[in-house]
């Protein structure tokens, strides 16, 4: 295989052409904002919808749903799944509201010594549940869904969006459809908070790229209310800030209102949850001694790819078919780093890819689910969105629409159905 050439993001004939003059109507600016993103956003929910339909036809042939709790990855249709684990906590939030505490499971196994608390979920996407349900007349789930799904359209449009400055607009275009069909990608279109964190993260690396330094800060902001991984984002801007600072390209007010915002909704809501438990540590120890998920070092990654080599069952949350697709993305992980650094991308985007990874990694947690926890990092696509720039669009079509098809089975059948998501 040829070596993907670099690209600089300084080459100007790589870029989408600037409009010659700027849309006076809502009307112009509607239809420029629909020329510029819509073949990116249909590029995504084709192949979205390819995969989910397979997904869908796999849970009904199988008929294994029928058979679980509709808590448990269960319900009485197959569109029911779509809201069992996570999806069952998030809907618990926003029909009951929060009530954290920690309280002790009796005679609880080692990592199960607190019950399990909703106070573990952050609470924008809830919020968003809730409200459109009062203002659509939804029930949670149809609401939950349709804030994923239109999370995801603006997902993929922030991904084109950074793709495009970087690469110009065929990869931008390309990169959507790969997020649409990546492993873990099955979560993009359930009662999740995954595309709500992605089209906020791309949003916040576009407008550090553009230096919309305040409308960088304020969105990270929004999204460390939506998911804990919005650490990794927080640290990105704020290095991303600081360089800024002491280039002094940008001045000096608006760096450092990014710097300043970007970490406050994270840090708030972790502080509540502090203080309604009686224990400033309380969210850690909420996910540590609940859910058996913190910060590790990595022993429980490296624990559970030795057991996926050997053959092996006897590390905690063993999924042996999810497991091994988790240990052939962690092995893929070095070759699309080195790919993605030889581009010379953005300092936002290298730091907020390997903060995300080394969150991934260095934390004990559903080791299956390492394809979901991944989806954030979308920048890795970006040196194979490159790579198949150059293909044409029949040999594209093809390509990813045999990866949509798959995408059902891996992204989404063995996630919700083999594992726990």
Same mark, same amino acid.
């Given at each position: 295989m040829n070596?993907i050439?670099?690209?600089s993001?300084?080459l100007?004939?790589?870029r989408s052409e600037?409009?010659?003059s700027?849309?006076?109507t809502?009307?112009?600016r ?9 073949p990116?956003v249909?590029c995504?929910?084709v192949?979205k919808? !390819?995969?989910?339909t397979?997904?869908?036809?796999l849970l009904?042939?199988a008929?294994d749903y029928a ?7 269960g319900?009485?249709?197959?569109? +029911? /799944?779509l809201?069992?684990?996570?999806g069952?906590w998030?809907?618990? /939030? ?18 199960f ?9 952050f609470?924008?996407y809830p ?7 009062? /203002?659509?007349?939804l ?5 939950g869904?349709?804030v994923? !799904?239109?999370?995801s ?10 793709v ?7 990869a931008?275009?390309i990169?959507a459809?790969?997020?649409?069909i990546?492993?873990g990608s ?7 908070? +995954?595309?709500?964190? /992605?089209?906020?993260?791309a949003?916040a690396?576009?407008?550090?790229m553009?230096k ?6 304020? !969105? ?10 919005a ?7 704020? =290095?991303?800030a600081?360089?800024?600072l ?21 840090l ?5 949850v502090?203080?309604?438990?009686g224990?400033?540590g309380g969210?850690?120890?909420l ?7 913190y910060?590790?070092?990595g ?14 069952? +006897?590390y905690?949350?063993a999924f042996?078919?999810?497991? =091994? ?13 080195? =790919? ?6 953005p =300092? ?12 991934v990694l260095g934390?004990?947690g559903?080791?299956?689910?390492v394809?979901?926890y991944l ?12 790579g198949?720039?150059?293909?044409s669009?029949p ?5 990813l ?13 063995v ?5 726990v998501?």
């Open positions: 070596a050439p670099a690209v993001s300084d100007p004939e790589q600037e409009p010659e700027v849309p006076d809502w009307q112009e509607a239809r420029a904002l629909v020329v510029r993103f819509g990116a249909w995504y929910a192949l919808l !390819i995969g989910f397979v997904f869908m036809k009904s042939f008929g058979k679980k709790p509709a808590r448990f990855g319900g009485a249709n197959t569109w +029911d /799944v809201a069992s684990w996570d069952w998030y809907q618990q /939030v926003a029909q009951f509201g929060y009530h954290p505490a920690l309280i002790p499971v009796p005679g609880g196994q080692p990592g010594t607190i019950e399990q608390n909703s106070a573990a979920f609470p924008l919020g968003l549940m809730r409200l459109t349900s009062d /203002v659509t007349g029930g949670l789930y149809g609401a869904m349709l994923s !799904i239109l999370a359209l603006f997902a993929a449009a922030g991904i084109y969006a950074v495009d400055r970087m690469s110009g607009p065929r931008g275009v990169a459809g790969i997020w649409a990546a492993p099955g979560a993009e279109w359930a009662v999740y908070s +995954d595309s709500l964190f /992605v089209a906020l993260a949003w690396c576009y407008f550090v553009t919309q330094w305040v409308t960088a800060g304020v !969105i990270t902001l929004i999204a460390g209310l939506n998911r804990p991984t650490a990794a984002l927080i640290g990105a801007v704020g =290095l991303a600081l360089v800024e002491y280039r002094r390209e940008s001045g000096v007010l608006r760096p450092l209102a990014a710097m300043l915002l970007a970490p406050v909704g994270l708030g809501y972790v502080a509540w502090g203080w309604r438990t224990e400033w969210y850690f120890r996910q540590r001694d609940s859910w058996l998920h910060f590790d070092w022993q429980g990654t490296w624990h559970s790819i030795r057991g996926v080599l050997l053959g092996r069952n +006897d905690p949350f042996p078919v999810p497991d =091994l697709l988790a240990t052939l993305i962690v092995f893929s992980l070095p070759v699309l780093i080195v =790919l993605l650094i030889r581009l010379r991308p =300092l936002v985007l290298t730091a907020y890819t390997l903060a995300t990874i080394v969150s934390s004990l559903i080791f299956g689910n394809s979901r989806l954030p990092a979308f920048p890795l696509f970006i040196a194979l969105a490159v198949m720039r150059k293909l669009w040999v594209l079509a093809a390509v629409g045999t990866g949509a098809v798959a995408s059902g089975w891996y992204a989404g059948y996630l919700f159905e083999l594992g998501p």
